[in-house]
């Protein structure tokens, strides 16, 4: 009858001493990129601050992207849903219709909408929307500053220079992380 065949001592050594090697350089890659991750400076993309936004229509104009990368949005919890939108209606509209002649909005891009009476919800029709922000602006003025402007990711080309930021008079363009690229305005901001 043969003898069972054994591992020799010297073939046991070599394989636990391959093993303890493969974890630590698998330890050392992993410690590496960690490392190398948390030394790279965040990502950052061009935001406005609605805070400090005047409305002085230059988003519309000055823009790298035509149209504009920087669109009104609507935080529809702030909305009073009013049946007179001044961010929607000329200052003296002939009448609360959609009529063209009655619309602020020099393309069109607020949709009106008859919810129960007497409230109407308005929403933006973003491709359409250039950035002129004179919904804000009648929205700021006697609603509640639920309309305003934000720069779109999915269309800005996020410049070195932002050419808006350049000539935003109160500066209301800042650098914001990539991973929370939108300031929106909220209930307990409102004045
Ligand atoms: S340039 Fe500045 S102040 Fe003018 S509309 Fe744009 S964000 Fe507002
Ligand atoms: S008024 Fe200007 S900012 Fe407002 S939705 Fe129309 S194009 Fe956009
Ligand atoms: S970074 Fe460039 S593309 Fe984006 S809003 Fe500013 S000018 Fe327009």
Redesign the pocket.
Known sequence: MSAPITKPESSRRQFFNGTVRGAFLFLLGAATTLLFRRSQPKRTVWQIDPYKCICCTR??TECVMHPSA???VQVYPMCGYCKLCT?YFEPEPISLDTGAENQ???????KRRALEDPYYEYT??EP?????????K?CVLFGNGS?F?QVRHDRCVNCDECAIAIACPPQAFQRVPADKPYLMKDREHQA
Do not use: R
Request: charged share 10%.
């Open positions: 988003c519309a920087v669109k009104c961010g602020l909005c020099p393309t069109g891009a607020i933006i029709d359409l929307c250039i950035g002129c922000a004179k919904c804000v009648g309309f402007l």
